[in-house]
Nanobody, 122 residues
Framework: QVQLVESGGGLVQAGGSLRLSCTASGRALSTYAIGWFRQAPGQEREFVAS????????YYTDSVKGRFTISRDNAKNTVYLQMNSLKPEDTAVYYCASKFGGVGAGGDFGSWGQGTQVTVSS
């Protein structure tokens, strides 16, 4: 089973940018589609974006379209989430997760990272 570790979170002012990384070990990341999710305090976890195994197909929730970009480098066993024009409502713990199959918010995301905190100040 693949193990995932997120990094790159931090504190940023509204309008700023961050790039999150999701690095895999244990199995080749190219085996999996990868999704990014987030959970704010007191709220349910929500889907943010996903990317298929090759990087040729991506999918975003409406609230981040045009601001966030998901990409991957299978040679580095890493998936990225570039977040631009950040808003206070983007504040959350961000998680990456793996699944077999294609992009989309659904499916069995079997392995999860521990999360990285993103805080956007107004």
């Amino acid at each position: 089973q693949v193990q995932l570790v997120e990094s790159g979170g931090g504190l940023v002012q509204a309008g700023g940018s961050l790039r999150l990384s999701c690095t895999a070990s244990g199995r080749a990341l190219s085996t999996y589609a990868i999704g990014w999710f987030r959970q704010a305090p007191g709220q349910e976890r929500e889907f943010v974006a996903s990317i298929n195994w090759s990087g040729g197909s991506t999918y975003y929730t409406d609230s981040v379209k045009g601001r966030f970009t998901i990409s991957r480098d299978n040679a580095k066993n890493t998936v990225y989430l570039q977040m631009n024009s950040l808003k206070p409502e983007d504040t959350a713990v961000y998680y990456c997760a793996s699944k077999f199959g294609g992009v989309g918010a659904g499916g069995d995301f079997g392995s999860w990272g521990q999360g990285t905190q993103v805080t956007v100040s107004s």
